[in-house]
T-cell receptor, first 110, second 111 residues
Framework: DAGITQSPRHKVTETGTPVTLRCHQT?????MYWYRQDPGHGLRLIHY???????DKGEVSDGYSVSRSKTEDFLLTLESATSSQTSVYFC?????????FGQGTRLTVV | SQQGEEDPQALSIQEGENATMNCSYK?????LQWYRQNSGRGLVHLIL?????REKHSGRLRVTLDTSKKSSSLLITASRAADTASYFC???????????FGKGTMLLVSP
């Protein structure tokens, strides 16, 4: 398995609180991605990174920010969590061809 | 919006039968990829087919790509109960560095 770890794996938070999800890789892959997966929508891209401090928005970026200060870490922050952000979040890494996915973080906003 | 759309949304077969899933997409691509997701797990990369390829095999998997119709199919031969999972196609659009996923096909293989 590719060396990619997401933390936490599960989190329950209250509406309006900030939340940060972490993705850590040991593969030195250039590209890192954050997706969310919701029933009926499949996987949708939130943000991605193509290098340290190089990030860009995806399809559903509103309400999310990211940071990548080191090659191995890609952080996803919900500045003020809302119930619509209840989802399963997946991090993925790639060198341009196939992607490797983490195990996911199940986030519930109450 | 989703680039790839899988068909059917759900498929139920018996062990030993073949399973065929289809994917349609909208724009020019560099490559198309298929992934499997077991319940509660992350996605696993199965196979990649480049835009200049028409067919590719990997074990019991066969993927075809028709760029003129903007469609792909994934065939799993001699299916097993362990093949029960959701299958997603993902497109790597020309000029972009991201993957866009469809909504997936849920495959149930009964013993």
């Amino acid at each position: 398995d590719a060396g990619i770890t997401q933390s936490p794996r599960h989190k329950v938070t209250e509406t309006g609180t900030p939340v940060t999800l972490r993705c850590h890789q040991t593969e030195n892959h250039r590209y890192m991605y954050w997706y969310r997966q919701d029933p009926g929508h499949g996987l949708r891209l939130i943000h991605y990174s193509y290098g340290v401090k190089d990030t860009d928005k995806g399809e559903v970026s509103d309400g999310y920010s990211v940071s990548r200060s080191k090659t191995e870490d890609f952080l996803l922050t919900l500045e003020s969590a809302t119930s619509s952000q209840t989802s399963v979040y997946f991090c993925a890494i790639s060198e341009g061809l196939g992607a490797f996915f983490g195990q996911g973080t199940r986030l519930t906003v109450v | 919006s989703q680039q790839g759309e899988e068909d059917p949304q759900a498929l139920s077969i018996q062990e030993g039968e073949n399973a065929t899933m289809n994917c349609s997409y909208k724009t020019s691509i560099n490559n198309l990829q298929w992934y499997r997701q077991n319940s509660g797990r992350g996605l696993v990369h199965l196979i990649l087919i480049r835009s200049n390829e028409r067919e590719k095999h990997s074990g019991r998997l066969r993927v075809t790509l028709d760029t003129s119709k903007k469609s792909s199919s994934l065939l799993i031969t001699a299916s097993r109960a362990a093949d029960t999972a959701s299958y997603f196609c993902a497109t790597h659009a020309a000029g972009y560095s991201t993957l866009t996923f469809g909504k997936g096909t849920m495959l149930l293989v009964s013993p």
